[in-house]
T-cell receptor
Framework: GAVVSQHPSWVICKSGTSVKIECRSLDFQATTMFWYRQFPKQSLMLMATSNEGSKATYEQGVEKDKFLINHASLTLSTLTVTSAHPEDSSFYICSARDEDITYEQYFGPGTRLTVT | GDSVTQMEGPVTLSEEAFLTINCTYTATGYPSLFWYVQYPGEGLQLLLKATKADDKGSNKGFEATYRKETTSFHLEKGSVQVSDSAVYFC?????????????FGTGTQLKVEL
């Protein structure tokens, strides 16, 4: 079946530094990937839609200069949290859309970011 | 805007018990409805879906019926197993299939004990 990986699975960084999270579709190509954020005991909130070869579309209230998204190829999207602060600590989840067969989203296992 | 409300967990059941996880939604138009399951250490997986009123989605013994009159999509299983222990998310898409923007509920953790 369709598999999506994320790297790293967890990361700790110091306040003010930047951290990059990778999302890869392993056995299918994805023109479109999605980035979600999940707070404890809360639902997944869509942050942005990542489109291969074009700029990402951000949801209302998401700072595009803080959460940089680059969809460099049909199998890779990256989310860079710039100048991270403790309030950015969260669980970040990506998904990739299979546009050839099922048109469903397939989710990665998530990345736990802790900013100290 | 669109929203999904599902019952809080954790829900703890004995093996072979009957499961119901309630989910209600608010949306304009005619959304598609989904249940996703997340096993420990893994990504969310689509469990079942329904795209129009009165449709019943089913998979692995789980069922949910799209009830437009009560704006609900409750998840049920007649006899749960320990292997069903996971977090279950109800979700909707206002633009057709699950490949579009999804609005999620908060998730319900299910623990099944022997």
């Amino acid at each position: 079946g369709a598999v999506v990986s994320q790297h790293p699975s967890w990361v700790i960084c110091k306040s003010g530094t930047s951290v990059k999270i990778e999302c890869r579709s392993l056995d299918f190509q994805a023109t479109t990937m999605f980035w979600y954020r999940q707070f404890p005991k809360q639902s997944l909130m869509l942050m942005a839609t990542s489109n291969e070869g074009s700029k990402a579309t951000y949801e209302q209230g998401v700072e595009k200069d803080k959460f940089l998204i680059n969809h460099a190829s049909l199998t890779l999207s990256t989310l860079t949290v710039t100048s991270a602060h403790p309030e950015d600590s969260s669980f970040y989840i990506c998904s990739a859309r299979d546009e050839d067969i099922t048109y469903e989203q397939y989710f990665g296992p998530g990345t736990r970011l802790t900013v100290t | 805007g669109d929203s999904v409300t599902q019952m809080e967990g954790p829900v703890t059941l004995s093996e072979e018990a009957f499961l119901t996880i309630n989910c209600t939604y608010t949306a304009t138009g005619y959304p598609s409805l989904f249940w996703y399951v997340q096993y420990p250490g893994e990504g969310l997986q689509l469990l079942l879906k329904a795209t129009k009123a009165d449709d019943k989605g089913s998979n692995k013994g789980f069922e949910a019926t799209y009830r437009k009159e009560t704006t609900s999509f409750h998840l049920e299983k007649g006899s749960v197993q320990v292997s069903d222990s996971a977090v279950y998310f109800c979700a909707l898409s206002d633009r057709g299939g699950g490949g579009n923007k999804l609005t999620f509920g908060t998730g319900t953790q299910l623990k099944v004990e022997l």
